[in-house]
């Protein structure tokens, strides 16, 4: 059983920034990615940015130079750091985490993100 505690949504202006923490349960060399999705309302959930075990990075197109991926293997905990941002990104973002073997998605409770003036 995996958990992932998300903590660090809110809400903030056009410009601004907020930065999400996901803490799991295990340990990070356990999964082989661990990252971000959100899902606006209406909409399909989607990749916002993952980071391989291996440090490699990946980001949706729409968040490419305004959003960083980091983690803390130490604590077992990835980071989401957010700038500029948009009312567009206004969503709940979900922490996720995926195992090779087996295949496995876990997900946290998810935290809303409201971009508004």
């Known amino acids: 059983q995996v958990q992932l505690l998300e903590s660090g949504g809110g809400l903030v202006q056009p410009g601004g920034s907020l930065r999400l923490s996901c803490a799991a349960s295990?340990?990070?060399?356990?999964?082989?990615?661990m990252g971000w999705y959100r899902q606006a309302p209406g909409k399909q959930r989607e990749l916002v940015a993952t980071v391989t075990r291996g440090g490699t990075t990946n980001y949706a197109d729409s968040v490419k130079g305004r959003f960083t991926v980091t983690r803390d293997s130490a604590k077992n905990t990835v980071f989401l750091q957010m700038d500029s941002l948009k009312p567009e990104d206004t969503a709940v973002y979900y922490c996720?985490?995926?195992?090779?073997?087996?295949?496995?998605?876990?997900w946290g409770q998810g935290t809303q993100v409201t971009v508004s003036e």
């Open positions: 996720n985490a995926f195992t090779i073997a087996p295949p496995s998605d876990y």
């Open positions: 295990r340990s990070f060399s356990d999964f082989y990615t």
